[in-house]
């Protein structure tokens, strides 16, 4: 394969998930691999069906996917060729040199019957495999909660987080659909301690759900950027409030545009505009690229054809990007080996 033209400015990806990042005939390969019995034997049946290959798509097609993904990825072995995939991949196809992929550790461990420590463990050895490979990657694990989770298990997985905070796991994020009884209000311990152990806090929010919820995370949780959260752009004093947290949002359009949270590129521009003149600072990123058959560059490209961000703009958001990475600027990647 030809080696891709790379762009002037370096590239950093902060907020995609590592089910739905991992090329459709690797996953293919890994379930026959592990003997995974998938929906259909045919594998452009399996293709159509784990990139979302249809007219339009509801919020219930994403998260039906992510069983699958996340199943296929339940073994130490799986999750090292994962991440090694995932990472070397979005260096040689798109040229990101930074890059913060996240996943459910508890959603690979099989419900028990895998250790979580080996799945964890494997998803780093992917990682370091990728940067001794790629020295000039800079990459960092970010482990997710889930909504849906009582918090005693979400607690645990914070635990492996600190445990782990060493060798590369960078921080932590909830994420998933609201389970009964979930309260943002419920983890702000947990998300102190894990900032008191010296790792960086995001979390998902102002993407399906609104601006007032959007603001009572910010005020509860101690956070260092956002995933999603565009839905600012409806409230001037939410805006100022994200500007004054010095928070970067982790946008994805192609991601939120599918599910018709963003009905099109009028209303993408307005948003995007909008954050921009209220002072908020904001990253592009594909959220879950494979599925959704693209990539960053493609996600810039985009932008920049539709006239939503003028080329000043994108410039600044890559920049954004760097800054608010959670991987050490100040050491090689290669001293988490």
């Not at 990728?130 to 482990?143: K, M, Q, S, Y």
């Not at 991601?255 to 993408?268: A, G, T, W």
């Amino acid at each position: 394969m030809d080696i891709p033209k790379r762009g002037s400015q370096p590239l950093a990806e902060l907020h995609f998930h590592l089910g739905q990042s991992l090329e459709p005939h690797i996953l293919w390969a890994i379930a026959h691999e592990q003997g995974i019995k998938l929906p259909s034997k045919s594998y452009e049946d399996f293709h159509d069906f784990i990139t979302l290959n249809k007219e339009t798509t509801t919020w219930e097609d994403y998260h039906a996917l992510f069983h699958w993904t996340e199943l296929i990825q339940s073994s130490p072995v799986a999750m090292e060729r994962t991440v090694y995939e995932v990472v070397s991949g979005a260096y040689r196809s798109s040229g990101i040199t930074l890059m913060e992929p996240g996943f459910n550790p508890m959603y690979r461990n099989r419900q028990g019957e895998r250790d979580l420590d080996d799945i964890i463990l494997g998803a780093l050895r992917g990682m370091e495999r990728a940067l001794a490979e790629f020295p000039t990657v800079r990459a960092g694990l970010i482990l997710l909660l889930d909504r849906r989770l009582p918090k005693e298990v979400n607690e645990i997985i914070v635990k492996k987080a600190m445990l782990y905070a060493r060798r590369g796991v960078v921080g932590i994020d909830i994420a998933g659909p609201k389970g009964d009884g979930f309260s943002y209000d419920d983890y702000a311990d947990l998300y102190a301690m894990a900032r008191e152990a010296g790792l960086k806090t995001t979390v998902h929010t102002g993407e399906d759900g609104t601006a007032e919820e959007m603001r009572h995370v910010l005020e509860v949780l101690p956070l260092d950027r956002v995933n999603h959260g565009f839905r600012a752009y409806e409230d001037p004093a939410l805006m100022e409030l994200v500007a004054k947290k010095n928070l970067t949002l982790c946008l994805c359009p192609t991601s939120n545009m599918s599910v018709k949270f963003i009905r099109d590129f009028d209303h993408l521009r307005e948003v995007l505009q909008t954050l921009w003149r209220g002072g908020v600072k904001f990253c592009i990123n594909t959220d879950n690229p494979s599925m959704l058959k693209t990539t960053l560059p493609q996600e810039l490209a985009m932008l920049r054809e539709h006239g939503t961000l003028d080329e000043a703009q994108l410039k600044q958001t890559v920049q954004w990007a760097f800054e608010a990475a959670f991987v050490d600027r100040k050491r090689a990647s290669n001293l988490y080996l």
